[in-house]
């Protein structure tokens, strides 16, 4: 290997070492200043896993809120931006990887040892490399400071002082705009009114609202209530190739909301449980064993496991394998994006309630949204010492007073000193079990709740009439054996309106003179004449 070669290499090794570690520290920014990318990352890699946080990223994720250096919150949009550019500076980093590896191996330095120690050759070479820079436009310093600029944030953006995006340089052409839909709202939302649509001409029937498909689709959350109560024939082809579209949707959907995930590893491990999916059954105590390929149940294990190596049992493998993976996946999928799916049907059923000045409102706010730059022009950056000595004062002040956000409003809507606080004893919590465990500050609203609509509902939903008796018992079981109680005693003893002299309403009249008297005194003076 020649000498230039030799430099050639080793320069070359240099600079994409020098451009991983710029992208390093690139990707690090932004986790610092935003750590919720960071931790979304976490939690659903976790729920891929099926695993849950380790006490270090929990902690590390608790402490990220209640530190003292507390991040700004970020709009949705940013935040999906800057995973997306995150995910561009990973995919420039793997092909630095890639030509750093290309340029691995052992260098032949022979010609650059100095065997007289005159340090002439060395002295040599450096003549070389300071004359090659020198011939570049750039000096080298310069060059670093381009490089950084180009994958810092905020550099796509022309006014400094005000910037309008947070994109880097190199990431300017990113938009967000071109991955989510409107109605999806950067990955919070599923849009399945499409297929929706769809499945009329599946089930051949129009009588099926929105939330009834939802009801539907929620089959596939539990990992057997598809396979045992679908809600057709799974060997139907209309309700295959059904599947196969929504199992792509949902697939492409988890990818575009989770770009940080390694998807290549996550469709191995979907083709792994797959596999594992296929040769196991489903066991029921009565049944037996259900074979999901074949729809049948099967009494015994043995004659289970049998089928399996039959030929009916390959046929229906070979003939169904693309709608059982797609029905697979809708499972897989749905049970990853169970958050969104449960956001998506609570939004649905909100709308229902909308009038029609309420959806045009709706329908211009998240218009507005979609076409807003990702970094408003009045968003507040932090500061770190400003940071430092603004959380250094609040430390000293105590928890109830530096702040009116955990207060009690007053009657004028102030929030309340901390000794009025403690005073009417606002500062203790009780429950109610009878309310759905609902929790009320102060013994002054706890006493009154009893005596209020909610708690009398609840006493009715458990089949009780309420009364003062029932007044202080905030137990379900208390409340229950309480009510048998009395409705045994009512039973043993003889209620006052069953005897006919009770029954009977005392009569009040007036004599001439208007004295009041009870009709039976009246009715004996009369006898005598004396009235």
Known sequence: MQKGSIMDT????????????????????????????????????????????????????????????????????????????????????????????????????????????????????????????????????????????????????????????????????????????????????????????????????????????????????????????????????????????????????????????????????????????????????????????????????TVFDSHQSGKAHKKNLSKRSKGLLAEYKVHAYLVLLKRQFMRTKELTERKLAFTAEERMQEMSKLHQEYQASEYATDEQEQDDKTDDLKSGRDANKHAPTSGSFDLPLGPDGLPMPHWLYKLQGLDVTYSCEICANQTYKGRRTFEKHFLEPTHTFHLKCLGIEPSLAFKGITSIKEAQELWQKSAAHRQASPRREDTPQQAKIELEVEDQEGNVLSEKVYQELKKQGLV
Request: proline content about 3%; overall charge neutral; aromatic content about 10%.
């Open 10 to 301: 080793l320069e070359s090794r240099r600079a994409q070492l020098e451009d991983l570690e710029i992208i390093e520290e690139s990707i690090s920014s932004r986790f610092e200043r935003n750590p919720e990318i960071f931790y979304s990352y976490l939690e659903n890699k976790a729920s891929i896993d099926n695993e849950p946080l380790n006490q270090y990223t929990e902690n590390a994720s608790k402490a990220n809120r209640i530190y003292k250096r507390n991040r700004l919150r970020r709009s949705r949009k940013q935040i999906v931006v800057q995973q997306n550019e995150i995910n561009i500076l990973l995919e420039e980093s793997l092909k630095r990887l890639k030509s750093l590896s290309d340029l691995a191996g052992p260098v032949n330095t022979n010609s650059l040892e100095d065997d007289d120690a005159t340090f002439e050759t060395f002295r040599h070479n450096l003549d070389e490399i300071k004359a090659r820079f020198n011939e570049e436009a750039t000096p080298p310093r310069f060059q670093l400071r381009d490089k950084r600029s180009g994958y810092a944030m905020f550099s796509a953006s022309t006014a400094k002082a005000h910037p309008t995006t947070i994109l880097s340089r190199n990431a300017q052409d990113l938009n967000v705009n071109d991955v989510f839909d409107r109605e999806e709202q950067y990955g919070e939302i599923l849009s399945l009114e499409r297929f929706h649509s769809r499945w009329f001409s599946v089930i051949r029937d129009t009588n099926c609202s929105l939330l009834e498909y939802y009801g539907t689709l929620e089959l596939f959350l539990d990992d057997a209530k598809y396979l045992l109560y679908p809600p057709m024939d799974r060997k139907n082809e209309r309700y295959t190739a059904y599947l196969i579209d929504l199992s792509s949707y949902l697939e492409n959907f988890f990818k575009r909301a989770n770009v940080l995930i390694n998807h290549t590893l996550l469709d191995r491990k979907m083709q792994s449980a797959f596999s594992k999916y296929l040769s196991n059954a489903l066991e029921h105590e009565q049944k037996g064993c259900y074979c999901v390929a074949c729809c049948k149940w099967f009494k015994l294990r």
